[in-house]
Nanobody, 118 residues
Framework: QVQLVESGGGLVQPGGSLRLSCAASGGIFSLYTMDWYRQVPGKQRELVAAITSSGSTNYADSVKGRFTISRDNAKKVVYLQMNSLKPEDTAVYYC????????????WGRGTQVTVSS
């Protein structure tokens, strides 16, 4: 069982920056692909960024060049550095862990609110 706790959300002005953190406990962190998703009311949860155990990354087109995902396996933490934030980035951001080996288990954090507004 993996527990995930997000932090770092808040209110920021357009053009500003935030860094989200997701601390993991339980399980073997290095075996998991770590993802950040976001969701706004009435819409489906969407994948924002992902990083595999080997460090390969993938980003949604809407955040490429502005967001950076990274991980620290020793600390069991995954980060999402968000720069040049836009009002449309406003959402609840969720951390997700996907086990890369069978069985393919997934775990979710409770989310952290990011609001981009002047």
């Amino acid at each position: 069982q993996v527990q995930l706790v997000e932090s770092g959300g808040g209110l920021v002005q357009p053009g500003g920056s935030l860094r989200l953190s997701c601390a993991a406990s339980g399980g073997i962190f290095s075996l998991y692909t770590m993802d950040w998703y976001r969701q706004v009311p009435g819409k489906q949860r969407e994948l924002v960024a992902a990083i595999t155990s080997s460090g390969s990354t993938n980003y949604a087109d809407s955040v490429k060049g502005r967001f950076t995902i990274s991980r620290d396996n020793a600390k069991k933490v995954v980060y999402l550095q968000m720069n040049s934030l836009k009002p449309e980035d406003t959402a609840v951001y969720y951390c997700n862990a996907e086990r890369e080996l069978l069985p393919r288990l997934m775990y979710w954090g409770r989310g952290t609110q990011v609001t981009v507004s002047s």
